[in-house]
């Protein structure tokens, strides 16, 4: 039996990350072979860029990408002209599966049903997600999909941590706490492996931003609520804050539900504080020139996260590990130590959080966990 092709696939709103992997028979570490992916999906400035395995860039060129589907279509052409057959195995990156799909899977027709009816939990997300499972099927009709949810990864989380304070009526059509960012957690515990301790805090800090507390490798609560708006602030997510607004701006301002919608996803977060810049390596330059906007947006964040820390220790009855990882977690070390201010008494130095034995900085490897669950899964194992 020879080797497979597995392909990872994790889009965005405007994105489209992959990995190429070989599947050797029998083995569930899948070896990367290339990585890379499409930006400005639906824009003038689009770009695909491969590397191979070794990081070396092989392509970084501008192309005007129509939809996920195009950029995907682009993708697969790029692999076969690097000299690659055709992938055998698809694993999609899919953020939402509702109250009915809480297990990675196999996609097949009645899975789609039950994703589609579920597109209110993550009306973003899940039309978006079913429109490049179709053109997967278009583009690669002899291979096997599979649905990695984000969702899965919390289904660990005890009733307490679950359930909000409302009728039990609303928590039977599905309203409770799923978390997000499970890809990212699961890679983060299986890169840890023997050396994972048995209390961990885990931020995953980026454009879209959660945390989560693990006892023993395991889910058992996470800052983002029925969708990913809720938690923290995020670039230009709301997170939490007093439902007694959204009664307030409908009253007020007559918004309808569509145009909270955009408010919460699109202009709250770090761009609303800061006057409109929602990047944080551009904020952290703005505070450095002294701009007082930006400087409360990453005071706000920081907070956010710090608070939610203490939280998680309180819950976990301790603290052995803080990890941090995504695109903010892994590359700013200035917000590390700002989160980290005030964090001394539970053994994490404020002044080099980056040395402290409590703390580590991991990088997110959805990519790579999609292709694992895809080995797994194909070779039955749970």
Known sequence: MSDELLLAVNSGSSSLKFGLYRHPPGDCNPVLLLAGGASGIGHSNGRLQVKDAGGASLLDQAYTLNSQGHALKEVLDQIEHLGHGRPAAIGHRVVHGGPHLREHQLIDDALLEKLVAATQFAPIHIPAAVALIRETEKLLPEAKQYACFDTAF?????????????????????????????LSYESVVTRLGADLPERVVCAHLGAGASLVALRGGKSIDTSMGMTPVGGIPMATRS?????????????????SADQLESL???????????????????????VAKGDPKAKLAIEVFAHAVRKMIGAYAAELGGLDLLVFTGGIGEHSAAMRDWICDGLDFMGISSGDPNQCSKVRVLESEEELQIARIVCRLRHGKP
């Open 154 to 182: 919390h289904s660990t989380m005890p009733e307490k941590a679950r359930h909000f304070p409302l009728p039990q009526r609303l928590y039977d059509l599905g309203i409770e706490r799923y978390g997000f960012h499970g």
């Open 239 to 255: 997170g939490d804050f007093d439902p007694g607004v959204v009664l307030f701006l409908m009253r007020t301002e007559q918004l």
């Open 264 to 286: 919460l996803n699109h202009d709250s977060g770090l761009g609303a504080l800061s006057g409109g810049e929602s990047d944080m390596r551009l904020l952290e330059q703005c």
